[in-house]
């Protein structure tokens, strides 16, 4: 099956630098990276996501990119703002084993710090 | 649009019991997802329903089980409850194949 690794654990950060969180995947038959973001006792929201046919996308402060060669996927966030601390959430999709589904494959998750 | 809504928020059961969550999707959403999350394992994908159906299944025990109804909302059952079976649950809900999933608050089960 797919496995996702996710890095770092921890980032911290002060306001207004950059982020960077890098995941890696094994099956290179996945097709759609989402990621997640978790503030503590909240759902999990869906920040952007991006398809194997794309390299880049960019929504404000957040981008992603691809690399599908190398199987790996990175989120950047730029000017870290305080209220972008949470825990980040990659996954990689890919059939399940009936064929009839994708199931995500999550990182175990990079707990983001920003001090201000 | 109302989101995805699990209920009950809370529960609190001992082991050998049995418990069952509810979710109700996105409306026009079919395809309802459940997983398990804990501090240990992260995000563990539990099952997958659509249109009433299993499409597929995590690596969970066969005391987990769901089902989904034809409004599209879903429920899931765990039996013969374990300690280890303490997590918060989510459910999320998506159009169908490999589209953005939206997830509920979640249901924190708590096995004493």
């Known amino acids: 099956g797919e496995n996702v690794e996710q890095h770092p654990s921890t980032l911290s950060v002060q306001e207004g630098d950059s982020a960077v969180i890098k995941c890696t995947y094994s099956?290179?038959?996945?097709?759609?990276f989402p990621w997640y973001k978790q503030e503590l006792g909240k759902r999990p929201q869906l920040i952007i996501d991006?398809?194997?046919?794309?390299g880049e996308k960019k929504d404000q402060r957040i981008a992603v990119t691809l690399n599908k060669t190398a199987k790996h996927f990175s989120l950047h966030i730029t000017e870290t703002q305080p209220e972008d601390s949470a825990v980040y959430f990659c996954a990689a999709s890919t059939r399940g084993s009936s064929g009839g589904s994708y199931i995500p494959t999550f990182g175990r998750g990079t707990s983001l710090i920003v001090h201000p | 649009k109302a989101g995805v809504t699990q209920t009950p928020r809370y529960l609190i059961k001992t082991r050998g019991q049995q418990v069952t969550l509810s979710c109700s999707p996105i409306?026009?959403?079919?395809?309802v997802s459940w997983y398990q999350q804990t501090p240990g394992q992260g995000l563990q994908f539990l099952f997958e329903?659509?249109?009433?159906?299993?499409?597929n299944k995590g690596n969970f025990p066969g005391r987990f089980s769901g089902r989904q109804f034809s409004n599209s909302r879903s429920e899931m059952n765990v039996s013969t409850l374990e300690l280890g079976d303490s997590a918060l649950y989510l459910c999320?809900?998506?159009?169908?194949?490999?589209?953005?999933?939206?997830f509920g608050d979640g249901t924190r089960l708590s096995i004493l």
């Open positions: 099956d290179s038959a996945s097709n759609y």
């Open positions: 999320a809900s998506s159009l169908g194949l490999n589209q953005p999933q939206h």
């Open positions: 409306s026009g959403h079919r395809s």
């Open positions: 991006i398809r194997s046919n794309v």
């Open positions: 329903y659509f249109s009433e159906t299993q499409r």
